[in-house]
């Protein structure tokens, strides 16, 4: 259908780098609207660098990134900011909003982009709070005084709230147990499948990158060494892909330790 296509995200030979760190050399990759597609590769091969660059939080040195019709490395900061609006995000450090209480982390694209009242937006965000276990006594409190699993919790709820059309998510289970994990694994999918959303999310939990998301993309050595259909990994033989994905010691992807003495 075409207005299935019409949001989806085309990055084009994406380039950046910092000093002499060209991190993301030539990134080409579609991310299709509706489905859910996962960005996996080795740490430190720029993968939360990619994330911010669609997102407008960093610059970048060169190519494109089409949201539809939308070319976003043109934008303006406000366009950026409009833009930013329409998105859910989480971050991988979480970058919860150290004061302002947990609720108000969590409403904050209601109240600050939409114009939710106060009271409609915290009882929203309670709400959305409990779909991630995190009680309504959880609410007045601060990030500071919650865990670092607790943290991670409250991102992914701020992301979720109001179901935005593009949800981007920076290692979302990341230090969560492995129930904590399917419980939000398994969120993300149910709100968002079968709703047009477009969800990107990056992880290290390649038991999730091989069972739960429709497409995978593997990013090294700043290009996108492969994308495609889940289903396909199996049998794509290429040598990084599956190194990764099974998170062997041995293959292609060299572990780059630093000689001592
Ligand atoms: N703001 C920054 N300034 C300079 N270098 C950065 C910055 N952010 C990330 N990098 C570098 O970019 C590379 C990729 O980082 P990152 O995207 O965080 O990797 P990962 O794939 O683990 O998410 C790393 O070498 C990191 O040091
Ligand atoms: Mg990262």
Known sequence: MASDAARTIVIDKLAKGFDDNQVLQSVSLSIPQGESTVLIGPSA????????????????????????DLEL??????????????????????ALFDSLKIWENVAFRLTHHEGVPRREARDRAVSRMASVGLGEEMADLYPVELSGGM??????????????????LDDPTAGLDPILTNTILSLIDRETSGKGTTVLVVTGDMK???SRFDNVAMLFDGEIKWSGKRDDVPDAGDPFLEQMINGRAQGPIKMRLAARG
């Open 208 to 210: 999730a990158a091989r």
């Open 73 to 94: 490395s043109g934008l303006s900061t406000a366009e950026w900011s409009a833009f930013q609006g329409r998105i859910g995000m989480l971050f991988q450090q979480n």
């Open 45 to 68: 091969s720029g993968k939360s660098v990619l994330l911010k660059c669609l997102v407008g939080l960093m610059q970048i040195d060169g190519g494109s990134m089409r949201y539809g």
């Open 151 to 168: 943290q991670k919790r409250v991102g992914v709820a701020r992301a979720m709230i109001g179901n935005p059309e593009l949800l981007i």
